[in-house]
């Protein structure tokens, strides 16, 4: 599974930006897609999972503010990011879990300036 974020970004606070990740290969694979990022100096951290079925799991930081949703064909995982707040400045990477394995695909920046 191969997969290619885009959408980052630097936004205002308050602002709203809408992250892409585009997933190829072995897709009939993939049980669940999803979000984590990195903020400088932090350790990468869980942000949203979508799995299959259409059942969402969000990080306490970002509920009710980010929304993650999928193409059923489990080829596009996208994620909402509405009311960003300075705290949601990081590299965002996108995921996949397929056959036992997670996938990562290269980071997109996020940059929000208070």
């Known amino acids: 599974v191969q997969l290619q974020a885009s959408g980052g970004g630097l936004v205002q606070a308050g602002g709203s930006l809408r992250l892409s990740c585009a997933a190829s290969?072995?897709?009939?694979?993939?049980?669940?897609l999803g979000w984590h990022r990195q903020a400088p100096g932090k350790q990468r951290e869980f942000v949203a999972q979508?799995?299959?079925?259409?059942?969402?799991n969000y990080a306490s930081s970002v509920k009710s503010r980010f929304t993650i949703s999928k193409t059923n064909a489990m080829n596009t995982v996208y994620l909402q990011m509405n009311n960003l707040k300075p705290e949601d400045t990081a590299v965002y990477y996108c995921?996949?879990?397929?056959?036992?394995?997670?996938?990562w695909g290269h980071g997109t920046l996020v940059t929000v300036s208070s």
């Open positions: 290969g072995t897709i009939f694979s993939i049980n669940a």
């Open positions: 995921s996949a879990f397929a056959l036992g394995e997670n996938y």
């Open positions: 979508i799995t299959r079925g259409g059942n969402t």
